[in-house]
Structure formats: C-alpha cells, structure tokens
C-alpha cells in the first residue's frame, strides 16, 4: 500500500541554520503531497502542498518540490527561527475519489536562539 | 472563523468506563475525519464521514470504537468499554469538497487517558 518515510528526528538546529527534512514516498499513481505542522498542544495545519511532479510548495519561508524521479518532497527552509520548532509531517494523498491522507511519522524540529 | 472544535480537551477516566469525544466541524464542510495519535503509530485515519454518512471506517481498531455524525454540525467518536492502550490523542479534521486539493482543518485535539 501507500507509504510515506520521514527522517527520523529530533533535529535539533540553531537559529538562521538551514533546515532540511527528507520524505519520500511510495505509491501507486499519481499522487498529492503535503507538508503539516503541529505545534505543541495543538492540532495539525497545513503548511504546504504540490499536486504534480515538478510543482513547488512554498509558505512561511518553507518549500518543497514534488520530484517523481526519486519520490521524495523535502522540505527545506533557509534560516530557521526559535518559533519554527514544531512537529513536521509529511503526507500523501491518491488522486481517487476518497479523501484519505497518508502520514508520515513526523519529525520534531527544536530550534535554539 | 471559528476552526474545528473538539471537547473536552483533557479526558482522564477509568479502564472500563465509556469515553465519548465530540467535535463541531466547520460550517459548511463537508467531509469530517477522525485521528488518533500516538508515540508508538504515529497519526492514524479511524474513519471519515462524507455529507454525514461513513464512507470508510477500515482504521477503526475494534468493535468498542463507533462514531456517529447526527448532522452536519456534529459528531462523537464514542470508546466503551475503554482500555489503557486507548490512551492517545484523538484529532477530528473536515474539510470542504472532495478530493486532495481541500486541505483538511484540524481541532486543538482532545487527550484521553485511561488509568
């Protein structure tokens, strides 16, 4: 079935560091990708999203690009802030008529001043 | 724009006890999404409701898990009797419109415990 794989965190960066968090995926199809934030005691928000190969997510300062020829959509940030620390989840979706998404285990990212 | 409510945001009772968690998704959407989240699994789909009818409840774990969505304003995803392994936090999410574009919305959580 569909999967996605994150890297394992924490990630643990100082502030204005560069941010990366690898995620691939396996799927049949074509399929939607996002990227979801949680900070603490709170649910889940979107963050970003692609919806075909080669489309750049971009928000917040943070992007991702859907690459088809190795199934990945990492996310990437230039410089990161105390406030960027949060949960960050990957996720896929069919193109099908259901509305599911596939998560990944997320990555915790802590950043200190 | 009021988001996704859940209640009560902190559950703590005791194994054998039912346990009903509530949620009120934004008005005027259409699919309605039930998670759990834990150390252990990670964030899991139980079930999704489309236009208040079940369409999928493949993720729900066992027979003392149900969910009902009584109209388009409500829902309750209901353990009973419950066990200390159900301990998690359980999201609710909706979202307008079928399809992948239609970012799902999620509630603040509620956190069960089961002692």
């Known amino acids: 079935g569909d999967s996605v794989t994150q890297m394992e965190g924490p990630v643990t960066l100082s502030e204005e560091a560069f941010l990366t968090i690898n995620c691939t995926y396996t799927a049949t199809g074509y399929p939607s990708l996002f990227w979801y934030v949680q900070y603490p005691g709170e649910g889940l928000q979107l963050l970003l999203k692609?919806?075909?190969?080669?489309d750049k997510g971009s928000n917040k300062g943070f992007e991702a690009t859907y690459r088809k020829e190795t199934t990945s959509f990492h996310l990437e940030k230039g410089s990161v802030q105390v406030s960027d620390s949060a949960v960050y989840f990957c996720?896929?979706?069919?193109?099908?008529?259901?509305?599911?998404?596939?998560f990944g285990t997320g990555t915790l990212l802590a950043v200190q001043p | 724009d009021a988001g996704v409510i859940q209640s009560p945001r902190h559950e703590v009772t005791e194994m054998g006890q039912e346990v009903t968690l509530r949620c009120k998704p934004i008005?005027?959407?259409?699919?309605l999404f039930w998670y759990r989240q834990t150390m252990m699994r990670g964030l899991e789909l139980l079930i999704y409701?489309?236009?208040?009818?079940?369409?999928?409840d493949s993720g729900m774990p066992e027979d003392r898990f149900s969910a009902k969505m009584p109209n388009a304003s409500f829902s309750t995803l209901k353990i009973q009797p419950s066990e200390p392994r159900d301990s998690a936090v359980y999201f609710c999410a909706s979202s307008s419109g079928g399809g992948t574009l239609k970012p799902q919305h999620f509630g603040d959580g509620t956190r069960l415990s089961i002692l």
């Open positions: 692609a919806t075909k190969a080669d």
């Open positions: 008005s005027g959407h259409d699919y």
């Open positions: 409701f489309n236009n208040n009818v079940p369409i999928d």
């Open positions: 996720a896929l979706s069919d193109r099908g008529a259901t509305n599911k998404l596939i």
